[in-house]
């Protein structure tokens, strides 16, 4: 009897408190109606008043409201501003309600935007929290404006501040000086345990006091915090030092700026330990000591200039090559054992004799640093690179030098110096001298932290950048912290205009990949342009990944502006000729944007032939120079990709392929493949329609077929249907025909033929953009009987848009 007489009690509160409030709020209603000349309105009721003012008062009756029986606790919860309705989610909850519905209406009367129709929003509470407190932090909402968001009682950004899971930093960095001053210490603790992601949008020149707050409060959530992904979307015109300053945070490196406070949770975590001054060193792999500035400024700078001297030189000059001989190896592009070439411009690498403004400097060198330089040769034929050994005796003087080629000189010679560096028996690679200068040089030549003078810290493992042009700083920055950023797990990097900086990012990765730990597993690189063709691209990249699991690439248009020096056994087009097997790697996804012009299938199946653990290939414009061609990659993958599960072609011309499509359809062991806008049914349909039916009623294992943008019309639609009939062995679930002209009366028929086998419900069917509304009453009975098979998820689409394509099935 304790529980009714408890519900008996708690009724009886709530219905004093509504007498205690009834009259009061009659009164104060009835005076204005009085004076209304439309005479008095109808007064609230009794339990609305009572709800009103007990949400007015929850500070002092929150409690008893907690323990209000659930039918009257779901009628005063719609009352409730949005503090004490996230307060009594858990309540509510257990009392079995559901506040759903009201965090849904807040955020249609409130935020007044739509979600996108691809985001399936599981908690309207979260995602309401989340977005009420980004547009508290920047100030593009005024709390004060509804009732509903303001309550002295609490603090909007600590409240909401626990559902937060990803932030959006945009323009000038606004919310970064909120959130690290000390009224926000707790805000800003809330968000280092509840925050992954970290996104900046629109990012725009930024003052010093700006960038030294986004310090803190990188330091904060990254290195302190739960923070795992970070990324950059549409920055035009990158800032060098912020750019670099976010880079270096999220990797893990912490250098407290001028001026600012030391960290209290540094202190705490380092307490009963000295700070290491070698950790940023560790982090980066260097084997190599502090070198003095002048040699460490020197690489530095041929990094950057590397580049433009390329250009300079004349093609007919002959090239050299730097190789390691404890490994002999060096980077393997497009199937051959191709390296990459310095130019021959100093002397000392040429063999050439001294110019003439270099005597004096000779003179004035010491023996130890003379004693680094090769023999000069009396012939003008150039000579391989010679391997410099470490000096053992004291640095000369620096040297003085006049004259126009004196600087170029000076710069080649430092960088084969800091080669001569490396430990005995070794040689550098040229991707090391050229493409990472950066290791272990005195990053304040180029503007950059001095990493070797940072602690390390967390560092996150998701990194994406998205429309972020990457100058040769930047490339140099971003590919020297990769090289050893162990903890990265998935790479995006879309149209960054890479250029050649895609050798240093080849050169980085190989270096990444041999580190122990290496976890990156996801790498998506897309650009407009490609120094190097985009099958030889993904051969040198699943080389220096082999334990790759995804590969997302694409390149728009091919183009030969940012070709470097072209090696001897490059072909015409300046791709490297050859045909050496790549080694088997761990690719389960492959997916692949090809540019304009036919496709060499066989580098294409040496990709296929090395990835036996291929379970998703997706090709995008695809081209080939034959049916045969295409035939020999589906081919391959029959007998080398024995693991493949799902195949995806997109705006390929398969038109003449036909007798390709039924050998896949025959032989292959998929569960899903997609033929996107491939010209499938342009030739012959009444032929290849039977035969592609035949095929797949006799194809077990395939489970889902889209077919989107093929003109299929209804009659292919009709014959189609064939596949579910009583004597057929298929498994289809799946079937996508969206975009393939396929009119009310067609559709009818299709589901009338359903219904004749009497086909049990196979799944999704998907009918986008057909012609469905020409007869808006036909196409709702053909849905209608439809869904008694399938889930039907159709769109109402203008077909007026699509006239050329009517015309083209007549």
């Given at each position: 009897?304790?529980?009714?007489?408890?519900?008996?009690?708690?009724?009886?509160?709530?219905c004093e408190?509504?007498?205690?409030?009834?009259?009061?709020?009659?009164?104060?209603?009835?005076?204005?109606?009085?004076?209304?000349?439309?005479?008095p309105?109808?007064?609230?009721?009794l339990?609305?008043?009572?709800?009103?003012?007990?949400?007015a008062?929850?500070?002092?009756?929150?409690?008893?409201?907690w323990?209000?029986?659930?039918?009257?606790?779901?009628?005063?919860?719609p009352?409730?501003?949005?503090?004490?309705?996230?307060?009594i989610?858990?309540?509510?909850?257990?009392?079995?309600?559901?506040?759903?519905?009201?965090?849904?209406?807040?955020?249609?009367?409130?935020?007044k935007?739509?979600?996108?129709?691809?985001?399936?929003?599981?908690?309207?509470?979260?995602k309401?929290?989340?977005?009420?407190?980004?547009?508290?932090?920047?100030?593009?909402?005024?709390?004060?404006?509804?009732?509903?968001l303001?309550?002295?009682?609490?603090?909007?950004?600590?409240?909401?501040?626990?559902?937060?899971?990803q932030?959006?930093?945009?323009?000038?960095?606004?919310?970064?000086?909120?959130?690290?001053?000390?009224p926000?210490?707790?805000?800003?603790?809330?968000?280092?345990?509840?925050?992954h992601?970290?996104?900046?949008?629109?990012?725009?020149f930024s003052?010093?006091?700006?960038?030294?707050?986004?310090?803190?409060?990188?330091?904060?959530?990254?290195?302190?915090?739960?923070?795992?992904?970070?990324s950059l979307?549409?920055?035009?015109?990158?800032?060098?030092?912020?750019?670099?300053?976010?880079?270096?945070?999220?990797?893990?490196?912490?250098?407290p700026?001028?001026?600012?406070?030391p960290?209290?949770?540094?202190?705490?975590?380092s307490?009963?330990r000295?700070?290491?001054?070698d950790?940023?060193?560790?982090?980066?792999?260097?084997?190599?000591?502090?070198?003095?500035?002048?040699?460490?400024?020197?690489?530095?700078?041929m990094a950057?200039?590397r580049?433009?001297?390329?250009?300079?030189?004349?093609?007919?000059?002959?090239?050299?090559?730097?190789?390691?001989?404890?490994?002999?190896?060096?980077?393997?592009?497009g199937?051959?054992?191709?390296?990459?070439?310095?130019?021959?411009?100093?002397?000392?690498?040429?063999?050439?004799?001294q110019?003439?403004?270099?005597?004096?400097?000779?003179?004035?060198a010491?023996?130890?640093?003379?004693s680094?330089?090769?023999?000069?040769?009396?012939?003008?034929?150039?000579?391989?690179?010679?391997?410099?050994?470490r000096?053992?005796?004291?640095?000369?003087?620096?040297?003085?030098?006049?004259?126009?080629?004196a600087e170029?000189?000076?710069?080649?010679?430092?960088?084969?110096?800091?080669?001569?560096?490396?430990?005995d028996?070794?040689?550098?690679?040229?991707?090391?001298?050229?493409?990472?200068?950066?290791?272990?040089?005195?990053?304040?030549c180029?503007g950059?932290?001095a990493l070797e003078?940072?602690?390390?810290?967390?560092?996150?493992?998701?990194?994406?950048?998205?429309?972020?042009?990457?100058s040769?700083?930047?490339?140099l920055?971003?590919?020297?912290?990769?090289?050893?950023?162990?903890?990265?797990?998935?790479?995006?990097?879309?149209?960054?205009?890479?250029?050649?900086?895609?050798?240093?990012?080849?050169?980085?990765?190989?270096a990444?990949?041999?580190?122990?730990?290496?976890?990156?597993?996801?790498?998506?690189?897309?650009?407009?342009?490609?120094?190097?063709?985009?099958?030889?691209l993904?051969r040198?990249?699943?080389?220096?990944?082999?334990?790759?699991?995804v590969?997302?690439?694409?390149?728009d248009?091919?183009?030969?502006?940012?070709?470097?020096?072209?090696?001897e056994?490059?072909?015409?087009?300046?791709h490297?000729?050859?045909?050496?097997?790549?080694?088997?790697?761990?690719?389960?996804?492959?997916?692949?944007?090809?540019?304009?012009?036919?496709?060499?299938?066989?580098?294409?199946?040496?990709?296929?032939?090395?990835s036996?653990?291929?379970?998703?290939?997706?090709?995008?414009?695809?081209?080939?120079a034959?049916p045969?061609?295409?035939?020999?990659?589906?081919?391959?993958?029959?007998?080398?990709?024995?693991?493949?599960?799902?195949?995806?072609f997109?705006?390929?011309?398969?038109?003449?392929?036909?007798?390709?499509?039924?050998?896949?359809?025959?032989?292959?062991?998929?569960?899903?493949?997609?033929?996107?806008?491939?010209?499938?049914?342009?030739?012959?349909?009444a032929?290849?329609?039977?035969?592609?039916?035949?095929?797949m009623?006799?194809?077990?294992?395939?489970?889902?077929?889209?077919?989107?943008?093929?003109?299929?019309?209804?009659?292919?639609?009709?014959?189609?249907?064939?596949?579910?009939?009583?004597?057929?062995?298929?498994?289809?679930?799946?079937?996508?025909?969206s975009?393939n002209?396929?009119?009310?009366?067609?559709?009818?028929?299709?589901?009338?033929?359903?219904?004749?086998?009497?086909?049990?419900?196979?799944?999704?069917?998907?009918?986008?953009?057909?012609?469905?509304?020409?007869?808006?009453?036909?196409?709702?009975?053909?849905?209608?009987?439809?869904?008694?098979?399938?889930?039907?998820?159709?769109?109402s689409?203008?077909?007026?848009q699509?006239?050329a394509?009517?015309?083209?099935?007549m």
């Amino acid at each position: 009897m304790a529980a009714p007489e408890a519900w008996r009690a708690r009724s009886c509160w709530f219905c004093e408190v509504a007498a205690a409030t009834t009259m009061e709020a009659t009164s104060r209603e009835a005076a204005p109606a009085k004076s209304s000349a439309s005479g008095p309105s109808a007064p609230p009721a009794l339990f609305e008043l009572c709800g009103r003012a007990v949400s007015a008062h929850m500070g002092v009756l929150e409690s008893g409201v907690w323990a209000l029986p659930g039918p009257i606790l779901q009628s005063i919860l719609p009352l409730l501003n949005i503090y004490y309705l996230e307060r009594i989610e858990e309540t509510a909850l257990k009392k079995g309600l559901s506040t759903q519905a009201i965090w849904r209406r807040l955020w249609d009367e409130l935020m007044k935007t739509r979600p996108s129709s691809l985001e399936s929003v599981t908690c309207w509470r979260a995602k309401f929290m989340e977005a009420f407190f980004s547009h508290v932090l920047r100030g593009t909402i005024d709390v004060s404006s509804d009732k509903r968001l303001c309550d002295q009682r609490f603090s909007p950004l600590l409240h909401s501040s626990r559902h937060v899971r990803q932030l959006t930093i945009c323009n000038m960095l606004q919310g970064a000086t909120e959130l690290v001053a000390e009224p926000n210490r707790k805000v800003l603790e809330t968000l280092a345990s509840s925050l992954h992601t970290l996104k900046f949008r629109h990012l725009l020149f930024s003052d010093v006091a700006a960038q030294q707050s986004l310090r803190q409060l990188l330091h904060q959530l990254i290195h302190h915090g739960a923070v795992s992904q970070v990324s950059l979307y549409s920055w035009p015109v990158p800032e060098s030092a912020l750019f670099i300053l976010i880079l270096t945070m999220s990797a893990g490196f912490w250098q407290p700026g001028p001026g600012s406070l030391p960290c209290r949770l540094c202190g705490e975590a380092s307490r009963g330990r000295a700070p290491s001054r070698d950790e940023g060193s560790l982090l980066l792999g260097s084997r190599r000591p502090r070198r003095d500035a002048a040699e460490r400024c020197a690489a530095a700078l041929m990094a950057t200039r590397r580049k433009s001297e390329v250009k300079q030189m004349p093609r007919a000059v002959p090239t050299t090559r730097v190789t390691r001989r404890s490994t002999q190896e060096s980077l393997t592009i497009g199937g051959t054992d191709s390296k990459f070439y310095l130019p021959a411009t100093s002397y000392e690498a040429s063999g050439t004799k001294q110019p003439s403004s270099a005597p004096a400097a000779a003179s004035s060198a010491s023996p130890s640093t003379s004693s680094k330089r090769a023999p000069a040769s009396s012939t003008s034929q150039p000579k391989p690179l010679k391997r410099f050994k470490r000096a053992t005796g004291k640095k000369g003087p620096p040297r003085t030098r006049q004259g126009s080629g004196a600087e170029s000189e000076d710069l080649y010679d430092f960088v084969f110096i800091v080669a001569g560096e490396k430990e005995d028996g070794e040689e550098m690679e040229i991707g090391e001298v050229a493409c990472g200068a950066l290791d272990g040089t005195d990053p304040s030549c180029l503007g950059l932290p001095a990493l070797e003078a940072s602690q390390r810290f967390r560092s996150i493992s998701t990194l994406e950048l998205f429309t972020v042009p990457l100058s040769t700083e930047a490339a140099l920055t971003l590919c020297h912290l990769l090289s050893s950023w162990v903890s990265l797990e998935s790479l995006t990097l879309s149209y960054n205009g890479l250029g050649s900086n895609i050798f240093r990012l080849l050169d980085s990765l190989r270096a990444l990949s041999g580190q122990a730990g290496c976890r990156l597993r996801a790498l998506h690189l897309s650009d407009l342009f490609s120094p190097l063709p985009i099958l030889e691209l993904t051969r040198a990249i699943v080389r220096a990944l082999p334990l790759l699991r995804v590969l997302s690439i694409r390149v728009d248009h091919p183009s030969q502006r940012d070709n470097p020096a072209v090696p001897e056994n490059a072909g015409p087009s300046g791709h490297i000729i050859g045909d050496e097997e790549i080694p088997e790697n761990c690719l389960e996804q492959l997916e692949m944007g090809f540019p304009r012009g036919a496709q060499p299938a066989p580098l294409l199946c040496s990709v296929l032939k090395a990835s036996g653990s291929l379970q998703q290939l997706s090709l995008d414009s695809a081209t080939f120079a034959s049916p045969q061609d295409f035939g020999l990659v589906l081919q391959t993958l029959k007998e080398y990709n024995l693991s493949l599960k799902r195949l995806s072609f997109h705006d390929m011309n398969l038109a003449d392929c036909q007798s390709e499509v039924l050998f896949l359809l025959k032989n292959l062991t998929l569960q899903e493949i997609t033929f996107s806008f491939c010209r499938l049914f342009e030739k012959c349909p009444a032929q290849f329609l039977p035969e592609m039916v035949a095929a797949m009623k006799g194809n077990s294992t395939l489970k889902g077929l889209r077919l989107p943008g093929n003109r299929l019309g209804n009659a292919g639609l009709l014959a189609l249907a064939d596949v579910f009939s009583e004597d057929s062995s298929s498994s289809l679930c799946q079937l996508d025909i969206s975009s393939n002209c396929i009119k009310p009366d067609g559709l009818l028929e299709f589901a009338k033929r359903l219904e004749r086998w009497g086909r049990g419900a196979f799944g999704h069917l998907r009918l986008f953009q057909n012609w469905l509304d020409q007869d808006a009453v036909t196409a709702r009975e053909a849905i209608r009987r439809l869904r008694a098979t399938c889930h039907v998820v159709s769109d109402s689409w203008d077909s007026t848009q699509a006239f050329a394509d009517y015309v083209s099935t007549m």
